[in-house]
């Protein structure tokens, strides 16, 4: 089972750069989400997404965009790269039940470096 | 908003010995999940025990243990028997009740196991 897989592992950019992180999920997840992960601060939530051609602003959201054309890709974008966004990324995804909570499945995370 | 606080940025203990490592957190919901999630060296998020707020007894899964004090907002983890594969950051997390299923993190513990 892949589960959750994110394209590139890693990737260096300069300053004002842009690029796009993929994340796929095999699992027909209705939720996905974008965090990213810096020392010391845990993980926070980027941008989020219930469902396809949906998605919403989490708590870090400037300087990303996000899109869900597809239910099983969520796309993080990143217009012009600031040392800023330097971190490690994860995408993670989940299946809703009414009056359930379940597992998050996370991806193996991508660690974006801003030069 | 809610808040996760993990106050304990490093722990150690010595392989077979109990650990205990703190989270407490802070929410107006009364129904609502927690999370621990251990985060080894090749940066994927593993599950490793989960609470629901409704439920009074504490969960366990093999040498995994919490202790919740619902009105403390206290959620620790209690690890036995320590195994040198426990080595890892650990990460508290909070999940509110419906919607988009978001986690809150805390700010992380690394747990270091000496031989």
């Known amino acids: 089972n892949a589960g959750v897989t994110q394209t590139p592992k890693f990737r260096v950019l300069k300053t004002g750069q842009s690029m796009t992180l993929l994340c796929a999920q095999d699992?027909?997840?209705?939720?996905m989400y974008w965090y990213r992960q810096d020392p010391g601060m845990g993980l926070r939530l980027i941008h989020y997404s219930v469902g396809e051609g949906t998605t919403a602003k989490g708590e870090v959201p400037d300087g990303y965009n996000v899109s869900r054309l597809k239910k099983q890709n969520f796309l993080l974008g990143l217009e012009s790269a600031a040392p800023s966004q330097t971190s490690v990324y994860f995408c993670?995804?989940?299946?809703?039940?009414?009056?359930?909570?379940?597992?998050?499945?996370f991806g193996q995370g991508t660690r974006l470096t801003v030069v | 908003a809610q808040t996760v606080t993990q106050s304990q940025p490093e722990m150690s203990v010595q392989e077979a010995e109990t650990v205990t490592l703190s989270c407490t957190y802070d929410t107006s919901e009364s129904d609502y999940y927690l999370f621990w999630y251990k985060q080894p060296p090749s940066r994927q998020m593993i599950l490793v025990i989960r609470?629901?707020?409704?439920?009074?007894q504490n969960a366990t899964e093999n040498r995994f243990s919490v202790n919740f004090q619902k009105a403390a907002k206290s959620f620790s983890l209690k690890i036995s028997d320590s195994q040198l594969g426990d080595a890892a950051m650990y990460f508290c997390?909070?999940?509110?009740?419906?919607?988009?299923?978001?986690?809150?993190f805390g700010q992380g513990t690394r747990l270091t196991i000496n031989p």
């Open positions: 997390a909070y999940q509110g009740p419906q919607g988009a299923q978001k986690l809150v």
């Open positions: 993670a995804s989940s299946y809703p039940r009414a009056g359930e909570n379940t597992e998050a499945f």
């Open positions: 699992m027909n997840h209705e939720y």
């Open positions: 609470q629901e707020a409704y439920k009074q």
